[in-house]
């Protein structure tokens, strides 16, 4: 969650500068989903839902100090970042793509940055929101709920709650306007199944960041279509 929050911070402040002028804005439906659970209890204010994760996140850390869990460095949060890029150009056939897209925007300049903004909103948003929501709090719960059912081995428990999990994330992308084809669904549901695995075995940062970065990714091969 501490490695999480640069992220966050960076995607609230630029996305309100970003479409503060505009009567449309695009934002993904995890985060529409999260946030108008969040604006039904009277938490309204950007400034308030990020009091709360701090509060939050405060929390986890001294439960985890009176642990005696040993934190990282600083240097493993930059770890974090470079091992989910790895992760997100793996995740997906646009390697060959990246270094022409990002040799591009050396003529562009600060415009071709701006007219990218969109793009690098919606995957950070997809990162974040969805990785909350399916990842840290619907996973996080399947397993805390079968570990106190089941009393099987963990690595049937995770297996369950992966698949589980991974299926409602497959299907909560139809919940717009796209149609479901069997092609799309089983490519959701083993992206899902991917960063179930990673948010259990590598943390909640990891599972964000590579889910972020994998769809900037595929947003420079594919545009905005």
């Given at each position: 969650?501490?490695?999480?929050?640069?992220?966050?911070?960076?995607?609230?402040?630029?996305?309100?500068w970003?479409?503060q002028?505009?009567?449309?804005?695009?934002r993904?439906?995890?985060?529409?989903?999260?946030?108008?659970?969040?604006?039904?209890?009277?938490?309204?204010?950007?400034?308030i839902?990020?009091?709360?994760?701090?509060?939050?996140?405060?929390?986890?850390?001294?439960?985890?100090?009176k642990?005696?869990?040993?934190?990282?460095?600083l240097?493993?949060y930059?770890?974090?970042?470079?091992?989910?890029?790895?992760?997100?150009?793996?995740?997906?056939t646009?390697?060959?793509?990246?270094?022409?897209?990002i040799?591009?925007l050396?003529?562009?300049?600060?415009?071709?940055?701006?007219?990218?903004?969109?793009?690098i909103?919606?995957?950070?948003?997809?990162?974040?929101?969805?990785?909350?929501?399916?990842?840290?709090?619907?996973?996080?719960?399947?397993?805390?709920?079968?570990?106190?059912?089941?009393?099987?081995?963990?690595?049937?428990?995770?297996?369950?709650?992966?698949?589980?999990?991974?299926?409602?994330?497959?299907?909560f992308?139809?919940?717009?306007?796209?149609?479901?084809?069997?092609?799309?669904?089983?490519?959701r549901?083993?992206?899902g199944?991917?960063?179930?695995?990673?948010?259990?075995?590598?943390g909640?940062?990891?599972?964000?960041?590579?889910?972020?970065?994998?769809?900037?990714?595929?947003?420079?091969?594919?545009?905005?279509?």
């Amino acid at each position: 969650m501490l490695a999480v929050m640069p992220a966050i911070i960076f995607y609230e402040v630029v996305v309100r500068w970003y479409y503060q002028d505009m009567v449309l804005e695009v934002r993904n439906s995890a985060e529409i989903f999260l946030k108008d659970f969040i604006y039904a209890i009277g938490l309204r204010e950007p400034v308030i839902l990020l009091g709360v994760y701090l509060l939050a996140t405060l929390i986890i850390v001294l439960y985890a100090r009176k642990r005696d869990y040993t934190f990282p460095g600083l240097s493993a949060y930059f770890l974090v970042v470079f091992e989910s890029i790895i992760y997100a150009a793996l995740l997906g056939t646009v390697t060959a793509s990246i270094t022409n897209q990002i040799l591009s925007l050396q003529t562009g300049g600060l415009a071709e940055f701006e007219a990218m903004l969109p793009q690098i909103l919606m995957s950070l948003s997809a990162g974040i929101w969805e990785e909350i929501l399916f990842r840290l709090i619907m996973l996080g719960l399947l397993l805390y709920f079968f570990n106190q059912l089941m009393r099987s081995k963990r690595w049937l428990q995770i297996a369950i709650a992966t698949f589980v999990s991974s299926v409602i994330f497959s299907v909560f992308h139809y919940a717009s306007f796209e149609y479901f084809t069997w092609s799309s669904f089983t490519f959701r549901f083993v992206a899902g199944c991917i960063l179930g695995l990673l948010f259990v075995h590598r943390g909640l940062a990891v599972a964000v960041y590579t889910h972020s970065f994998y769809d900037f990714f595929y947003f420079l091969q594919n545009g905005t279509n």
